[in-house]
């Protein structure tokens, strides 16, 4: 059994080494596409609002490029390092790839908790790391998008810190507020787009979506749309939860009353009405037919993997389940939707957002969704026949198919 305590990176690169050898890459490929490109370490200095000085440190890293421009969102968060920001980055090739999006893989974070700065401390932050990292950015060479923390007011200030210096650019991010040049439906489509992939999987197993049993850890972006889209299209969702704890009933949760209450800035423990107070630790192994990690990294592991209740594990969020956990729930029988396929519709709908810019045209909201559906579809039915015909997990399919185009193309453009 693989050991505990791996790094985030060194949990990617397991995975990675996992499907690697179904399809015989080589060692030097291999020594090429678990490392990255480049890392970059910023200090940012930031003034706080009482004229003192705080300074944080930013990293962005761009692990392959053969593909098209690096492309991954950027984070705010205290446990935010290199190591993290590395796995992440690593993530999005393949994940780019397994869509086959014109974008190789990035990803930014700075080490910091945004909740305990103001608006204009965080604007004077945001605009100080895009200073930092403006010379290996731009929209044929690296897009940030939102992550954990960071939304569409934090791309708004991204693109015009970097707009300030060369001129109106909008394609320079992701997941701009719509009158901005964000897309109608690029805020949704994450979350959205995990609900898409499991209809693909319920299609493919001959189950019904709406006969399921659902419980979403995290109510942020991802959770909250993914709850809102699962309640719409009939399922059941029977707890969810945010970092300071989480809410189950068994015959369903007013989802929409949940999203009013946080988005008025509550929390999910405010929400009224009859339910149960949970942990986050009862939320991950409660009675449920489906288990959506919407939150952070590591949270399905050894210590508790071989208690999750679910038949069907969806990850919403990015490297939500440990190798260890992995191995226990694969050996349990728990079948996982890796996150390089049940989160993708974020970058999906990044990608139609980008070429919208390029070319200063924008779809209906209606269009945006079906053909967003559509593409999560088409990466669902290569991943499962993937899978099946080569009798391995969705996770080594994904990885697989991801890797495989990526080395191709490193190869054709000569990087071996
Ligand atoms: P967010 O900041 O909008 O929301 C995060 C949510 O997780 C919040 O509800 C927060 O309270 C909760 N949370 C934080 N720590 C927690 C903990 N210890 N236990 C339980 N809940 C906790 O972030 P997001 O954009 O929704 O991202 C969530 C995950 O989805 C991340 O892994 C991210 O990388 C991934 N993801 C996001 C996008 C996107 O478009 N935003 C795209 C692909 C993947």
């Not at 719409?232 to 999203?259: H, P, Y």
């Amino acid at each position: 059994m693989v050991r505990e305590g791996l790094s985030a990176f060194e949990a990617v690169n397991h995975y990675f080494s996992d499907a690697a050898r179904i399809i015989d890459l080589d060692d030097e490929m291999c020594a090429v596409l678990t490392t990255n490109y480049r890392e970059i370490s910023v200090q940012v200095p930031v003034r706080l609002d009482d004229g003192g000085l705080k300074v944080v440190h930013g990293y962005r890293v761009q692990h392959n490029g053969a593909r098209g421009p690096y492309k991954g969102g950027v984070r705010y968060h205290p446990d935010a390092d290199l190591e993290e920001v590395r796995a992440l980055a690593s993530l999005m090739t393949w994940k780019t790839a397994l869509l086959d999006l014109p974008f190789g893989g990035a990803k930014g974070g700075i080490a910091v908790d945004p909740a305990a700065m103001s608006a204009d401390e965080r604007e004077r932050m945001t605009r100080r790391f895009v200073n930092g990292i403006s010379h290996v950015i731009g929209p044929y060479r690296d897009i940030p998008a939102p992550d954990v923390n960071t939304n569409a007011q934090t791309m708004a200030w991204m693109m015009d810190a970097f707009s300030a210096a060369h001129g109106w650019t909008p394609a320079i991010v992701t997941g701009k507020p719509v009158n901005l040049g964000g897309a109608p439906g690029r805020e949704a489509a994450t979350g959205r787009g995990v609900i898409d992939v499991l209809e693909a999987h319920c299609r493919h197993s001959d189950s019904d979506l709406a006969g399921l049993r659902i419980a979403i850890q995290g109510f942020g972006n991802v959770g909250s749309f993914a709850a809102t889209e699962a309640a719409r299209r009939g399922a059941t969702v029977v707890a969810v939860s945010d970092q300071w704890g989480g809410i189950r009933r068994d015959d369903g949760l007013d989802v929409e009353a949940l999203g009013t209450t946080v988005a008025a800035g509550g929390r999910v423990g405010d929400h009224t009405g009859a339910h149960d107070v949970i942990t986050n630790d009862e939320l991950l192994t409660g009675p449920c037919d489906v288990l959506i990690p919407a939150a952070l990294d590591e949270q399905l592991h050894g210590g508790n993997a071989a208690d999750v209740a679910a038949s069907l594990v969806v990850e919403a969020a990015n490297y939500p389940t440990t190798p260890m956990g992995d191995e226990i729930l694969g050996d349990r029988g728990i079948v996982v939707v890796p996150d390089v396929l049940a989160n993708a519709g974020g970058v999906v709908g990044s990608y139609f957002e980008w070429t919208m810019n390029i070319q200063q045209f924008r779809w209906k909201v209606d269009r945006f969704n079906t053909e967003l559906a559509d593409r999560l579809g088409l990466a669902y039915a290569a991943t499962s026949a993937f899978a099946e015909d080569h009798d391995c997990t969705l996770r080594q399919a994904a990885f697989a198919l991801g890797i495989d185009r990526v080395a191709t193309a490193s190869r054709l453009r000569g990087y071996v």
